[in-house]
């Protein structure tokens, strides 16, 4: 069995997809969006394949923060359940953070869940570093962000809509702004150090839903390390 990792292609949504269902059963997943996504300027996603056959794949993209630093957001890995533990998840982190550094990203990141040991291991592999505190991840379909807030428009795997931004420290979560969705999708996302969060007042006043905890891993100084990025042909094989 010889494994490649190669850059995605639209042609790769069905098989992303397959794997979507394996990993996240629970979850409504859509060859359109996946297609959309992988076309989105700014992206690079990923794909380990066998004879064509996707068994794994990783999506990233760019995005720029308040302060204006490029970060090279690591934003869904999945393996197919039947070729874990063989290294293609650490294969496609390093594929997706070399693709990264090609565009100029100051830092890499990603967004897990704090019961997530085998992501952590795998990014803790690739060099990435968790920081410190947890947070927790809200969801809103109503349009209602807190007020102080800048918003960012993001298409990924699993949904295209914005994501709230800002010093959280100085929002006031108890007062909030309506924000219009028009062109946008129809999903707002937001990361919340979990200290900053009080009882149910995100649910009360912005009507987001949590989806759980997580923690941020981080790979900072990709624009000044000097190691040159590989090709996938070059990628050993399993």
Same mark, same amino acid.
């Given at each position: ?57 990783? =999506? ?12 090279? *957001?690591? =934003? ?38 704090? #019961? ?17 505190? $947890?947070? *927790? ?36 979560? =108890? ?10 999708? =129809? ?6 150090? $979990? ?7 995100? *649910? ?31 990628? #050993?094989?399993?």
């Amino acid at each position: 069995m010889s494994i490649e990792i190669n850059l995605a292609t639209v042609r790769h949504a069905p098989g992303i997809v397959a794997v979507q269902r394996l990993a996240w059963p629970d979850e409504t997943v859509d060859v359109a969006q996946v297609r959309a996504a992988i076309a989105a300027p700014g992206h690079a996603a990923w794909v380990a394949l066998d004879a064509g056959l996707v068994l794994g794949f990783v =999506d990233g993209f760019l995005t720029c923060s308040p302060a204006g630093t490029r970060r090279w *957001e690591v =934003d869904l890995l999945a393996v197919h359940p039947g070729y874990l533990r063989q290294g293609l998840g650490r294969r496609l982190v390093q594929a997706s953070t070399d693709a990264g550094r090609q565009m100029g990203a100051s830092l890499a990141r990603a967004l897990i869940a704090v #019961e997530n040991v085998a992501s952590q291991r795998t990014f803790a592999r690739c060099a990435y570093q968790p920081e410190p505190g $947890t947070c *927790e991840l809200y969801v809103s379909s109503r349009g209602w962000l807190p007020r102080g807030l800048h918003t960012l428009p993001v298409v990924t795997f699993n949904y295209t809509g914005l994501w709230a931004e800002g010093a959280w420290a100085s929002v006031a979560l =108890d007062a909030a702004q309506m924000v219009c969705l028009d062109g946008y999708g =129809d999903l707002i996302g937001a990361v919340i150090p $979990t200290e900053h969060v009080r009882g149910r007042q995100v *649910e009360r006043v912005w009507g987001a839903e949590r989806v759980g905890r997580y923690r941020w891993w981080v790979l900072e100084g990709l624009a000044f390390r000097a190691r040159v990025p590989r090709s996938a042909a070059k990628f #050993e094989t399993l």
